[in-house]
């Protein structure tokens, strides 16, 4: 299988070795693949990840799979050898006739052994489609697959057979025979596995109108533009003074909705009515859920180049001063208010801090907005100005749930909300 990767090009066809790749969420998850020549030349996308990591994960697929296709032919090679049994017990009635459909058998048997051999090659179309997909899922949409094809290859024998065979089929000799050729053909094992996969797509269906939040930051971009989808995934590559920049501060700053997808909060938005404000069931399941955490830091680093800022170690810094004075003169607020809130709320308090120690340095509206987001006495601020959580949680969480039991400082911490 190792000479199946070897033919793999990067995009511009260079004869050094594949060490990076990327999916294209918007073209049905299309790899591009980098070999070391390519980084001399352009910069590596942030989401770009290890191809020996891929290849890792595909030998891992391509073993579960071929493990699953073992199991399911020693299912079939057990139905296939009991049914020679019998054939061969019943063969002094219908010599003849038994001899051929016991050729036919041998040849049924070595094409489903066959199958195996055929599986081992990796069609790197189909695994890049399902890289998306967790394990359960992959585990399910191969046994699907895999019992389809036997399914198909036992239906074509079984009818081979039985043109050799039906007139003894009233025979009382030839009954064990029959069951078993019924069983080869069965498909309640295929209708199960299509039950659950449907039962797969319901629970998925329900996540999504449960937790539509977690749902979009498992990097399912549905509902933002085109525009802004492709900013999320390319943004690291912009360099300043190019037209890709300046199309991605005027995307950013006309499209104000994104932030809400962005970045949840306990807030219903203003800008955009389709948006889910954050529940605490879905709060718990959003700060317990690594996946999850990794991309509201990118979207986080993504506001911040926005704001012509950059985060460096454990300090915000302005990266772009031009884009920094425009930011600020469009005030902003509402926005930062927002992504200080999400952070906040969301098990990621520390960058939350960070950006507000930034603004209250660049005396951006400090005292009189984003001090309610500074470190509060409950998190272990003992200066004598500090302030509660009971005064400032307004700033957390809307009006209308304010009073509800579960808000309390806790929602700034990496607890699970008793809800």
Sequence with gaps: MGKDFEQIKCQFNHTSPIQ???????????????????LTTQT????????????????????????ITKILIQKKVQLIEQLAIEIDSFKTFIMQQMNQSQQDIKLWRQQLETSYLEEKNIDFESEMESFHLNSEEYKLKEQIRIEQKLLNFNNSFNQKIHLKIKCFFNLE????????????????????????????????????QNFPNKWFLLGKFDHIQDS???????????????????????????????????????????????????TPQERNEI?????????????????????????????INVQNEKQFKSFRNQTNREGLQRVISSLSVLNQRKYALLLVKFIKEADFFYDSIFLYYDLLQEEGNQDQNALSFEKVRESYVQLEIMNQEWVSSKILTNKTLDV
Excluded at 45 to 53: C, G, H, Q, T, Y
Excluded at 191 to 208: A, G, M
């Design 287 to 315: 700060i317990n859920n690594e996946q999850v955490a990794k991309q509201l830091v990118e979207n986080f680093q993504m506001y911040l180049f926005f704001a012509g800022l950059q985060m460096q170690e454990d300090k």
């Design 173 to 208: 000799e030839f009954q064990k025979c029959q069951q078993i050729l019924d069983k080869s053909v069965d498909g309640s094992e295929l209708q199960n596995l299509q039950q659950q996969q449907e039962e797969f797509e319901l629970n998925k269906t329900l996540v999504i």
């Design 44 to 67: 590596l996308p942030n989401n770009a990840k290890s191809f020996n990591e891929a290849k890792e994960k595909i030998l891992q697929q391509k073993q579960q799979q071929l493990e």
């Design 228 to 278: 802004i989808k492709q900013h999320l995934l390319n943004w690291r590559t912009y360099t300043q003074n190019t037209m890709e920049i300046v199309q991605f501060y005027d995307d950013m700053n006309h499209n104000y909705e994104f932030l809400t997808y962005l970045f949840p909060n306990f807030y219903k938005s203003k800008y955009n009515p389709k948006s889910t404000r954050l």
């Design 20 to 38: 990076f790749f990327v999916l294209d969420d918007t073209q049905d998850l299309k790899a591009k693949f980098f070999c070391q020549k390519c």
